[in-house]
Each structure stands twice: as C-alpha cells, then as structure tokens.
C-alpha cells in the first residue's frame, strides 16, 4: 500500500549540494521511495494516507560502516593507549567475557538500542569469536527491524588464549550462522560479514579460510587497514610476501573479490589505494577513533578525488560517540586540519559529509541513503523546534541538528519504510 509522507525533505543525491523540498511529500511503497514532491498531484497517490509531520525535517538514516558492539561497556574509557597495547589491555579482555551469553545479551541489547536511538539503521558490525553471542547479537537486530551485517570475528594469534579460535571452528561457526537463514528471515537486512580482525590477529591458514569462506557462500568481507604505524611495521613482518598491507588481503581473496569494507585507512597510499579503487573496496572514514588512539588523520580529500567509495564509522570503543551525526562533524575537523598543512586538499563541505554518511555509505547496503526513486525509505524524522529558535533557513536547521541535536530531536525512524 502506498504511503505519504508530508515534511521538510532533505537529502544528498550528489555530494556538491542538497535536495531541499520544503513541505515536500514524498511517497512509500513495499519500503521504497516512489518519488518526492511539492506537489502532491505528481506522485500519483490518491486515496493514499497522508502522514504530516509538520514543521519537521525528514531525512535518509544514518549508516555505520564500522561499528564493534561488544566494545559498548568500554565506550568512553581507556583513551590512553595506542593501538597494539590498548587492544592487549583492554580490549580483549573485554572481548572474552562474551563467551557469556547472559552478559552479552545485556550488553548487546545496550548496543542496539543505542544505534537505534541515534538514528543509525544500517550498520557492519564487529562481534567476537563466539558464535553463540554473535547469533543473539543477528537476532536482537533482526527484532528491532534494523540492518545489520554482522561478523563473527575471525582470529587465532597474538591475542589471548580465550579469543584464539581454531580455523575448522570459525568456519564451522560461520556455516552455523550462515544456516541460520537470518539473510531469508530477514529479507537481506541481516547478514553475517566475514570478519578477519586484522591481519596481525589471523594466520595465513585462517585468512586463507575467510577468503574462501566469502567466495564460497558469496558473503562480504570487513576488516581493518592502516591504521597505525606499529600496526603496518608488524604487518610487513608477518606478511613479507606482500608489497602493502592491502595487498596481503588481497593474496588471500578479501580485499574486493567480494563487497568489502575496511576500516581507517589512515596512512594508505600509493599502490594500496590504487588496489582499493580498482576493487571498489569501502573506506569506514573512524575520524574520532583515529584521534582517541591517536593513529593519526585519513587523507578524507584524497580518498574522494580518487574516486574511492567512502562511508564514515564510529568505531566503538576507539571512537567515543556512537552518533553519525557527530562523526560527520569530526570527519568535518579532519579535513580542516589536512587543509591548514595543504591548502591543496579543500577540507569537506556539509553536504560531502552528509553524503558520505548517507548515500555513499548506503551504497554497500544496495539502494539505501537517498530518497531517489527506488532507493529504501531509511528515513529519520527530526523535530529541532528546540534548537530553531529564530529564522533559520532548512539547510541551517539541518546544519544545526547535526552539529547541535542528538537523539532527543529524532522523532521517528524508518528502516526499510517501517517504523522502528
Ligand atoms: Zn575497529
């Protein structure tokens, strides 16, 4: 049945500029976009019921393109680490106590209901080794109605004994879950992403298990790239073959054979980034978890005027904030930062960010983040009556909920045209 939605609608088609429909309707059918108007009489929908949401902006759902939600306990702590050593203390400690289902369930049901409260709909999530946790963690989303690729963690050397699985177990896991029919049940909204942590985390065997575990059951791939530079010294030397980080993936089929999605890329260049554009691999821009760690600032600009695919990323718990709307705001600042060093490297407009986080990230998810015709109705209804105190226009409003709002102005959620 068709639907009408009446709203201030705003969204980014193309990255340089945003569609603006003041009072503007936009029409739904089975979870899709049909059109959007000012004039009603266009959208072929009479007789549909007209949902009006007043002064209200309507705008496409944030996305997550990398996200671990068993880090939720330690958000907001442990900043003082770098990468290696804050991983060894206190992240997977953190990690083994979902071997715990009664804890993972508190912790996973924290989790969702967070990124829902945030307005993020669509998200690659990292879980951990455990595939009894990992499947309550597919069913908790599959419940709530949202998206979610999920990924058992794959990862057998130098972490502790209690996170080191054996690869017949991984994969033994994964055909489990894959057995599940979350994708079936849940029409495409939930699925499981293989999932090698990092490459300093994965034997040769293992990762040679993910490769073929993706190839075999066609299944996405996720994982971290070049974050940290004791990160990518200690890669060279495990993988000495390759000629780059990204290239050792590559040898074992999981960097673009399938949809892939890598986190970071803070200090990738050159041949690396070459090899991602031409395997369409995804950049998951984590802006305020390269500060925390303190790895260092994506080249944000670069990855765009190469033409790479970029959606932007949490990151819990090195990223601190689970809004996407803040991370946009970050990715904002990194680029200011790359541009006082180069004022070659203009740093990223309002509407780039909103893209990123939307259409662009929305990409790896199939036609999600626009409100073009056929693309999903992800869709956030905001009410800032409380932060549109005096004449602002709708593109300030919108400004001002993503550098002001939080949660408390999201006042419905769409995932896929239902409310969540
Ligand atoms: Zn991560």
Not at 135 to 152: D, H, P
Not at 252 to 279: D, I, N
Not at 353 to 366: C, D, I, N, V, Y
Request: charged letters at 25%; hydrophobic letters at 35%.
């Amino acid at each position: 049945m068709r639907k009408v939605y009446k709203a201030h609608i705003l969204f980014t088609k193309e990255k340089d500029r945003f569609e603006v429909f003041e009072n503007g309707y936009i029409a739904v059918e089975d979870g899709c976009v049909i059109g959007v108007s000012n004039d009603l009489s266009e959208l072929d929908c009479e007789g549909a019921e007209v949902t009006d949401f007043g002064n209200s902006l309507l705008i496409p759902a944030m996305n997550d393109m990398h996200v671990h939600a068993p880090q939720v306990h330690n958000q907001g702590v442990a900043m003082d680490l770098e990468l290696l050593p804050w991983l060894q203390q206190y992240t997977f400690p953190e990690e083994m106590k979902f071997a715990d289902t009664g804890y993972a369930e508190r912790m996973y049901r924290r989790f969702v209901s967070d990124l829902r409260r945030f307005g993020t709909m669509r998200a690659c999530v990292f879980a951990t080794i455990h595939t009894e946790s990992t499947r309550l963690l597919m069913r908790l989303f599959q419940e709530a109605g949202m998206g979610a690729l999920v990924g058992k963690v794959a990862m057998n050397r130098n972490c502790p004994e209690g996170l080191s699985e054996s690869v017949e177990d991984m994969v033994q896991g994964y055909e489990e879950l894959i057995g599940d029919r979350f994708e079936e049940e849940s029409d495409g909204l939930v699925r499981p992403i293989v999932t090698p942590r990092f490459i300093p985390s994965c034997t040769p065997e293992m990762l040679r298990a993910c490769g073929e575990l993706a190839a075999r059951y066609q299944l996405p791939v996720q994982s971290h790239l070049s974050e940290n530079k004791d990160e990518i010294a200690l890669v060279k030397e495990l993988e000495p073959e390759s000629t780059s980080y990204g290239d050792a993936y590559d040898r074992y089929g999981l960097f673009g054979q399938t949809p892939t999605v890598m986190a970071h890329c803070v200090w990738s260049e050159g041949e690396e980034l070459q090899l991602m554009k031409r395997r369409n691999v995804m950049v998951a821009h984590c802006p305020t978890s390269n500060f925390n760690v303190a790895s260092g600032m994506a080249p944000i600009r670069q990855f765009l005027s190469e033409g790479l695919r970029v959606g932007l990323g949490s990151d819990i718990s090195g990223g601190h904030d689970l809004s996407i709307f803040q991370t946009m705001v970050y990715a904002i600042q990194v680029s200011k930062m790359h541009y006082q060093q180069n004022h070659d490297r203009p740093f990223l407009t309002l509407s780039e960010a909103f893209w990123l986080a939307t259409k662009s990230a929305g990409s790896f998810f199939g036609q999600v983040g626009s409100f073009e015709p056929g693309y999903e109705f992800d869709a956030l209804v905001i009410d800032d009556s409380d932060l549109n105190h005096d004449n602002y226009s709708l593109l300030q409003r919108l400004e001002r909920y993503i550098y002001l709002g939080d949660d408390r102005q999201i006042e419905h959620r769409f995932c896929r045209g239902k409310a969540i």
